[in-house]
């Protein structure tokens, strides 16, 4: 099974490149300039020492001001330099200038108040733009006091001291459909309770692999090892790019075939002749372009006789692996972001004509497969009720390449989205992590019972290695929802439930919390559109473990069991105002026992106050029981009474 990200808001690929540590001293001449963390709008940690830093000439004098206090230094030999600010109360706006010589720069609307890293793989980069109800939300989205900053897609061999780039947003209808969804409906949820201005700082990365976001020194790589890894990593690039280079020539580093938002290579007066041909539907990887991510265009036509061209019609394009802007005859009409979904877009009577009619597609493919693909059947041009297939030889051209790894995904070796991604903010104080990643290592029962492991890892050495004596700061996640197909029986293994297990283990960790979301995913999805709940559940969590509120933040939670006279008898935590079955008839579904055989069948259920009294005619003697524990579970029912599910669990280790 192969895991996509969502588009992400990018025209080029130049973040994708390896970032290579910088040789030799500085120039005198280098400009001042501050970490790139830093820009107007921006949310710094309340309660917390600020630390203020940047680059400049080695030996230049540095005067930064901040909130009418001004503090002095001297740039190192490397140009590098560094001030500190007392810890301050929430509030703002607030300013910050930079002097050096004559040089200045200034920084404005800074609020002080908490901010929140919200990293993981596609869920949490999934957009406000591709959650449920998307047009409401971004048109109500209203809060100048909420802001984003986008950590761009990079990676590098070395950690990095600055990222590649990124600004500051409010919560506005002009910006919020780009936030991370999680991460927006978490702070707004606490912006709710909480009068205190809250930034996330979104450094996330669609299909990325725990092991990448781990430092080198935590994963405990010797030198022979890491080499050895870069080295091959290298190696494979090598193939790729000299197997495409045959294939196309010069690889571009930018689309021409949008420049400005103009698509030229969509406009229907284009000569194509000179293109290639590649069969529809059909990733691009298998028809002689291994190992390419970035931009390539699609062409086909279609035609309408007098008196079907003053009619609107209906085009499908097929699914698109990932993103696609599609245009007829230079005419917009469609656009989305998933890669495993049809598109159907209705095209305006006025965009088509008599005649040869031009379809353009421009597909953004951010790794893994690209292309127009899926069913065949799904490409077609309705008109009048009567569908013409499409699917065939289409004109293809590359736009812009950036080399993938051969089906393994740079966001899936170890430690290099860490060394650019996160190196770069561990001076920057924060309140808390926000977390949702899992989908890429729960490939097997093995990969995900060794995340229990990698994930203990990843915390203890992000708290270790932030700086500002943080300690152990708030580290909050989403346990991995229900995917796949749902199960009949109760399965002996399963992956992702073997995931859930090695998440809900890190609550052994202090300052942490977990968000279940069993109930709430689409069997046939990874990406659940509902972000709304998950967002919500967490800040619940926050709201318990971090602000110390009275709420109840968590679903009924395996407290211990007994057996007796052929009965389980299962008592939960976070049961307090009783169970609930929401299941039809108030049937509670979703528990399966077995006997010595370790055979397990679904098993009944009543609820008894605080407990669940389990059974099956099918095993008289029963010594395990497990709820929800499949990738799928059907329906999970079991939830406490203010109407949070109870999460899955084991009672056997097998």
Not at 329 to 350: C, I, K, L, S, T
Not at 605 to 624: D, K
Request: proline share 6%; glycine share 10%.
């Amino acid at each position: 099974m192969m895991f996509h990200q969502p588009f992400a808001a990018v025209t080029s690929f130049v973040a994708l490149t390896v970032s290579l540590p910088a040789c030799g001293a500085p120039p005198a001449d280098t400009p001042l300039h501050l970490a790139r963390v830093f820009g107007d709008g921006m949310v710094l940690q309340r309660d917390a020492v600020i630390p203020v830093w940047g680059w400049t000439a080695p030996g230049s004098a540095v005067t930064v001001t901040f909130a009418d206090r001004s503090e002095e230094t001297t740039a190192d030999g490397d140009g590098a330099w560094r001030v500190t600010f007392p810890a301050m109360t929430a509030g703002g706006p607030h300013t910050l200038t930079v002097e050096s010589s004559q040089e200045r720069i200034a920084l404005g609307d800074i609020m002080v108040g908490d901010v929140w890293v919200a990293s993981g793989q596609s869920n949490m980069e999934w957009t406000v733009a591709s959650a449920n109800d998307a047009e409401r939300e971004i048109a109500a989205a209203n809060d100048p006091r909420l802001r984003h900053f986008k950590v761009p897609l990079a990676w590098s061999w070395e950690p990095e001291d600055d990222l590649v780039e990124g600004s500051w947003v409010a919560a506005d209808p002009s910006h919020v459909g780009a936030f991370t969804a999680v991460g927006y409906f978490f702070a707004r949820a606490l912006r709710e309770v909480h009068d205190v201005p809250i930034g996330i700082v979104n450094t996330s990365w669609g299909g990325s692999a725990i092991e990448a976001w781990i430092s080198r020194s935590a994963s405990g790589f010797d030198d022979a090892t890491f080499s050895g890894l870069m080295e091959r990593e290298e190696a494979r690039q090598r193939e790729a790019r000299e197997t495409l280079v045959a294939r196309i020539g010069t690889l571009p580093t930018e689309d021409e075939g949008l420049v400005d938002g103009v698509a030229r290579w969509g406009d229907p007066a284009l000569d194509d002749a000179d293109w290639s041909t590649i069969p529809v539907p059909g990733l691009w990887e298998q028809a002689g372009y291994p190992g390419m991510d970035g931009v390539a265009w699609y062409r086909t036509t279609f035609t309408l006789t007098a008196e079907e061209a003053p009619r609107a019609i209906r085009l499908a394009v097929g699914a698109v692996d990932d993103e696609d802007i599609t245009w007829v005859n230079g005419v917009e009409v469609g656009r989305m972001q998933r890669y495993d979904a049809q598109r159907y877009y209705d095209v305006p009577a006025a965009a088509v004509r008599e005649g040869n009619n031009v379809i353009a597609v421009r597909v953004l493919d951010t790794g893994g497969g690209g292309g127009i693909w899926q069913d065949p059947e799904q490409v077609y041009v309705e008109v009048g009720g009567t569908r013409r297939p499409l699917a065939g030889a289409w004109k293809f051209k590359v736009g812009m390449v950036a080399i993938s790894q051969d089906g393994q995904q740079i966001n899936k070796i170890p430690t290099v989205l860490y060394n650019q991604m996160v190196h770069p903010l561990l001076p920057f104080p924060i309140k808390g992590v926000i977390w949702y990643q899992g989908e890429s290592n729960a490939n097997s029962v093995e990969q995900a019972a060794a995340y229990r492991e990698q994930f203990t890892t990843l915390i203890q050495s992000w708290r270790r290695e932030w700086e500002g004596d943080l300690g152990d700061f708030p580290f909050l996640w989403v346990q991995l929802p229900n995917f796949g197909t749902v199960d009949t029986e109760p399965p002996a293994t399963a992956a992702w439930a073997t995931m859930r297990e090695s998440q809900t283990a890190a609550l052994a960790l202090p300052n942490t919390g977990q968000a279940v979301i069993i109930d709430i995913g689409e069997p046939g999805d990874i990406h659940p559109r509902n972000k709304q709940d998950v967002g919500a559940r967490l800040a619940l969590v926050a709201r318990s473990v971090v602000y110390g509120e009275d709420v109840v933040a968590s679903g009924p939670m395996y407290r211990r069991h007994s057996i007796r006279d052929g009965q389980v008898e299962v008592e939960f935590d976070h049961a307090e105002d009783g169970l609930v079955s929401r299941a039809a008839g108030d049937r509670v579904v979703g528990f399966a026992v077995a006997g010595q055989d370790r055979r397990f069948v679904w098993a009944r259920a009543r609820i008894e106050g605080n407990r669940v009294i389990v059974w099956s005619e099918h095993v008289l003697q029963p010594v395990a029981v497990r709820y929800a524990w499949s990738n799928s579970p059907p329906v999970p029912g079991l939830y406490n009474g203010t109407g949070l599910p109870a999460a899955p669990f084991r009672t056997d280790s097998w």
